[in-house]
């Protein structure tokens, strides 16, 4: 899942995204006001998706489940093939798959990269539930 951390003193924002095992995999920190504030995630993201609440409520920060577009999966998937039947496919699957898919497509090209061979279509990706291989 995604999640975007806000607070009440500064503008700032704060994307953590977590794998399906739950391990945080992904910041980004947008409009911080100094270097300590843009620091903060980084020593203080919870490492674990379980931890997400505690962490930031202690901390009086607001937090919520982002969604994952379509869209930002076809940017960051890649591989530009079938994007009309990609799609019609996404919007059939429940939102938890899209977090999972989403964030597993940087582990999957990694892999295909070590081993050499190409990255399947993203529809195939999406049908074979690529992300299960991961876990």
């Known amino acids: 899942m995604r999640y975007l951390i806000t607070g009440t003193k ?3 924002r704060v994307i953590l995204g977590y ?3 739950g391990l945080l995999c992904e910041v980004q920190v947008e409009d911080m ?3 300590a504030a843009q620091e903060w ?5 919870p490492l674990r998706e379980q931890d997400v609440q505690a962490v930031f409520r202690a901390a009086h920060l607001k937090f919520q489940v982002l969604k994952v577009t379509f869209d930002e999966f076809w940017r960051k998937y890649g591989v530009k093939e079938g994007k009309k039947e990609t799609m019609a496919f ?22 295909c990269n070590r081993e050499g061979i190409r990255m399947q279509y993203p529809a195939s990706y999406l049908r074979a539930e690529r992300w299960i291989d991961h876990t």
């Open 90 to 111: 996404w919007e059939r699957m429940p939102e938890a798959k899209h977090q999972l898919a989403f964030s597993y497509v940087d582990s999957y090209r990694a892999k």
């Open 33 to 35: 006001p100094s270097d």
């Open 19 to 21: 794998d399906g095992n």
């Open 10 to 12: 500064s503008p700032g």
């Open 41 to 45: 995630p980084f020593r203080n993201a």
